[in-house]
Each structure stands twice: as structure tokens, then as C-alpha cells.
Nanobody, 121 residues
Framework: LQLVESGGGLVQPGGSLRLSCALS????????IGWFRQAPGKEREGVSS????????TYADPVKGRFTSSRDNAKNTVYLQMDSLKPEDTGVYYC???????????????WGQGTQVIVSS
């Protein structure tokens, strides 16, 4: 299984971005796709996850009500819609495949290369 993120960029506070995670290969070994982010000097943290088959989602408290995970199984792609962005949302965003919806990086064993998100005026 390979994952490729795209959609990052520079956005002003209050703006929106949609990240994409394109999946290729065998997905049935995995239950969920998680989104994680890492800011400079900080540990990687979970943002959101979505089950591959059923669409169940989880969100970290800092992004609840602002971020939305979705999937398009026909396109083998998972999305993270990010609205009302704040400077503290800045970081490298990764998608990863795992066997749980829990936002624990160690529970995910296949990762994309990451895409940079910068929220700044």
C-alpha cells in the first residue's frame, strides 16, 4: 500500500484547504486512514481518522468543528477538508494507514511523504 498526500500550501488565517491522500495497492489489510501533523520542534499529533469501509470518523479536540474527513472509494482517495484555519494548524500533514481509528501514530504503519500547510498572514 502506498499513500500520497497533496493539497498543502500557504493560506491566511480563517481560510480553507483540502488535503488529499491517494491510496494505491491493497487496502483490505487496514481499517482506517489517519491524518497526523507535525509542527517544527513538536511531536507528531493525530488530527482525524476515517474508516476505509464504513466512513466512521474521529477528530482531535483542537480541530473538531473545523476539519472534516471524507473518502471517495471510487477514486481510492481520502480527503481532509480544513476550514477556519489558524496559525497553530501549521505543520507537515501526513496520512497513514492503520488498524484503528484511535489517533495514535504508533498504531499506523504505512505513511505518506507529507504535505506542508502554512497558515499565516
Amino acid at each position: 500500500l502506498q499513500l500520497v498526500e497533496s493539497g498543502g500550501g500557504l493560506v491566511q488565517p480563517g481560510g480553507s484547504l483540502r488535503l488529499s491522500c491517494a491510496l494505491s495497492g491493497f487496502t483490505l489489510d487496514y481499517y482506517a486512514i489517519g491524518w497526523f501533523r507535525q509542527a517544527p520542534g513538536k511531536e507528531r499529533e493525530g488530527v482525524s481518522s476515517i474508516s476505509i469501509s464504513g466512513g466512521r470518523t474521529t477528530y482531535a479536540d483542537p480541530v473538531k468543528g473545523r476539519f472534516t474527513s471524507s473518502r471517495d472509494n471510487a477514486k481510492n482517495t481520502v480527503y481532509l477538508q480544513m476550514d477556519s484555519l489558524k496559525p497553530e494548524d501549521t505543520g507537515v500533514y501526513y496520512c497513514a494507514a492503520g488498524r484503528t481509528l484511535r489517533l495514535l501514530p504508533d498504531a499506523y504503519d504505512t505513511w505518506g511523504q507529507g504535505t506542508q500547510v502554512i497558515v499565516s498572514s
